[in-house]
């Protein structure tokens, strides 16, 4: 019966030897200035989710720049710097105007396609002429000869027409020489005329081909009634002109197309007296070796060496002065890099951080990176905080504690609750950009809460219960 009458006084005992009562960190809402709420701050709790994580990003903050010894490319740079700052008088001597002549590597074929010969279509400016029969009486022919004997010349104008008098205007153009003298013989038989005459073009001026390059006389060449084969285009612009055809090439432009035959195939090949050219094609002829460039080169070296003779001491002095420059450069941006460090080491140059608190495995202040921001994540999991404490941290109560950085909003502070006892909401913690002084606190589970004060009562407890026993 005593002991059950000791209990109680044991446990009044203990909870009075406790002094003051444990008491767990916790962020309130709420608390406006002047009430009582343990805080001088105006309180607001915002849940953390991608569209708060958007709107808090949206306050302006500019991340610390690392000194220029620091930034990319700062060596390279600086070497390019140097270089161009020296006198003019230690650039190197000019690069040779011409360059060796090297005689090339085996010229691959693209050998254009072998096309059947296409007749003859009449075009503009082809002057044709009507040859009429010696039979005909001239009588029935009054204004067809009016010129010179039987024999009538015309030019096929732009549209492709020929004027022919009391008959008017005939098309001709794009036609062959049988289809022309059909449009002709309609043409005067619906004039009323009805004569014996025969059609020739006098003049092949309408389609040419352009034959260039090392050939004896570059030159249009016309295309007649006869197909013109590419080797009889070359040859009626005096053949090739090239002193060793093993090192030239035949290159013919059609369009968009650019083919190509190599001298000594051109010149012992059957195929190639089968390539039909067309209108508008270009021939040209080149040699990618030549004996007067080689031998240009050749002498610009001999003049080139005495000059090269009297700058080989400015050059000297140029790479000497360069190298000695640059390495001076090179070493005082490692000397500004290494003092840099050390004042971040001893706390005297400029760096903002954030504070980690609560239930994690160290409370720890995080430097904020330079020149990029840095996300809550970033800080949570930090090496240094090296994450929550599993067993005692309440995920569903983390918060970002953020003082207002405006003057006008003095006392106003806002505390990002981020939710995590759902796994996926840690995403939103990646979204979140972080702060200068920005705190991360991590509240404890409740069963946290009730061992620690378990922890800190039952010592009491025995230790007043021992007391009374003695006693």
Known sequence: MAMRGLVPVMLALGMAGCGVVYTAPQVRDGSPLGQASGTDYDVEVVRLTEESARAANLVPYVPERLPMAFQPGVAERTRNAVRTSLP????????????????????????????????????????????VNASASLNDLPALINAQAKRQGYVVQDDGSIAIPDVGRVQIGGLTTPDAEAAIFRALVGAGIDPSFSLEVAEFNSQRIAVGGEVASPQLVPITLTPLHLHEAIQAAGGLKVSDPSVAKVQLFRGNEVYQIAGERFLSDPAVRQVVLRDGDSVQVISEFSETAAQLFFD??????????????????????????????????????????????????????????????????????????????????HKDVQGLEIETADFSEIYVIRVASDPRLAGKLVAYHLDAENAVNLAAATRLEMHPNDVVFVAEQPITSWNRVISQILPQIFLQAANVANN
């Open 88 to 131: 003019e008088n230690l650039v190197p001597p000019p690069e040779p105007q011409f360059l060796p002549e090297r005689r090339p590597a085996f010229i691959a074929d693209r050998f254009p396609p072998i096309e059947a010969p296409q007749p003859y279509r009449i075009g503009p400016a082809d002057v044709v002429l009507l040859s």
């Open 300 to 381: 610009q070296q001999l003049a080139l060496r005495q000059t090269q003779i009297q700058q080989t001491q400015s050059a000297l002095t140029m790479t000497n002065v360069i190298s000695q420059v640059q390495s001076n450069e090179l070493e005082r941006l490692a000397a500004e890099r290494a003092i840099f460090e050390k004042r971040l080491e001893l706390g005297a140059a400029e760096q903002p951080y954030a504070y980690v608190t609560g239930e994690v495995r160290r409370a720890q202040r995080v430097a904020l990176p330079f020149e990029r921001k840095a996300s809550l994540a970033e800080v949570m999991f």
